[in-house]
C-alpha cells in the first residue's frame, strides 16, 4: 500500500475509533451547520475523519483502499492528496450551501473525498469494473452517473440518513480538480467527460428551479 494512502487511512481509523467512544469528541469535530456558521470551519475537515459507525468506517475505506492506487498511479502522490482534501472541502460546502438554514444538521464521514478520488479514478479508468456489493461487476462510468443521478434523488427525497449532499460535494471536487490537473482528458475523453458532466448540470438546474 502507498504510504500516504496509509496514513489517510491509519488516521481516519483512528480519529473514527475516537469517536465511537468518545461523545464530546465526537460532537466537537462533526459536520454541524450552527458550529460551522458561528465560526468553527475547521469542521469542514475534521468531520471527514470521523464515522457513524465500524460499517460506515470499513465501506469508505475499502473504497478509498481500491479506487486511490488509480489515482496515484497516474498524477503522484501529491496530485492525490489535492483530489482527496479538495473534494473533502468541497462536499462540505455543498453541504453548508444546500443546508446552510439547518442550523441543527449534523454529518461525518470521508465519504465525499472518497467519492472524488472514485470519480478521479472513472476519468482515468472508465472501463474499469466496480464492484457492486462485491458481487455483481458494472463499468466504471456506468457506476459514476448512475451514482450522481441517485445521489440527486436522495437530495430531493431526504427519506434517509445518507449524507448525499457531500457525496455529490465531493464528486465535483474529484471531478474539477482532475480536468485541472489533466485538461487534456477534454477532447482525449470527451465523451466521458460529458456524460459524468451531465448529472452535474441537471442539480443545479434543479436546485435554481427550486426543485431540490
Same mark, same amino acid.
Given at each position: ?18 469517536? #465511537? ?8 469535530? /462533526? ?7 458561528? &465560526? /468553527? ?42 483530489? !482527496? ?17 439547518? !442550523? +441543527? ?10 467519492? &472524488?478520488?472514485? +470519480?478521479?479514478? @472513472? ?9 457492486? +456489493? ?7 462510468? @456506468?457506476?459514476? @452517473? ?16 445518507? &449524507?448525499?449532499?457531500?457525496? #455529490? ?18 477532447? /482525449? ?10 448529472? @452535474? ?5 434543479? /436546485?435554481?428551479? &427550486?426543485?431540490?
Amino acid at each position: 500500500m502507498h504510504p500516504v494512502l496509509l496514513i489517510i487511512i491509519a488516521v481516519t481509523a483512528i480519529f473514527s475509533y475516537r469517536g #465511537f467512544s468518545d461523545q464530546a469528541f465526537f460532537r466537537k469535530y /462533526e459536520f454541524h451547520i450552527g458550529s460551522i456558521r458561528a &465560526g /468553527e470551519h475547521l469542521r469542514m475537515i475534521t468531520s471527514g475523519f470521523l464515522h457513524a459507525d465500524f460499517t460506515h468506517l470499513i465501506f469508505n475505506m475499502l473504497t478509498l483502499f481500491f479506487f486511490a492506487p488509480v489515482v496515484i498511479t497516474y498524477l503522484g502522490t501529491i496530485h492525490f492528496v489535492i483530489i !482527496y482534501f479538495g473534494s473533502l472541502i468541497s462536499g462540505s460546502l455543498l453541504s453548508l450551501y444546500f443546508h446552510k438554514n439547518d !442550523y +441543527y444538521y449534523r454529518a461525518v464521514g470521508a465519504s465525499g473525498a472518497v467519492i &472524488g478520488v472514485l +470519480y478521479s479514478a @472513472i476519468l482515468f479508468d472508465p472501463d474499469g469494473k466496480v464492484g457492486l +456489493y462485491f458481487v455483481i461487476e458494472i463499468p466504471n462510468y @456506468i457506476f459514476g @452517473i448512475g451514482y450522481l443521478l441517485y445521489s440527486i434523488y436522495g437530495m430531493r427525497t431526504r427519506t434517509d440518513n445518507i &449524507g448525499h449532499t457531500a457525496h #455529490f460535494g465531493g464528486a465535483i471536487g474529484g471531478y474539477a480538480i482532475t480536468l485541472a490537473q489533466v485538461p487534456s482528458m477534454l477532447y /482525449e475523453n470527451t465523451l466521458m467527460v460529458i456524460l459524468l458532466a451531465i448529472p @452535474i448540470i441537471l442539480l443545479f438546474i434543479l /436546485e435554481k428551479s &427550486g426543485k431540490l
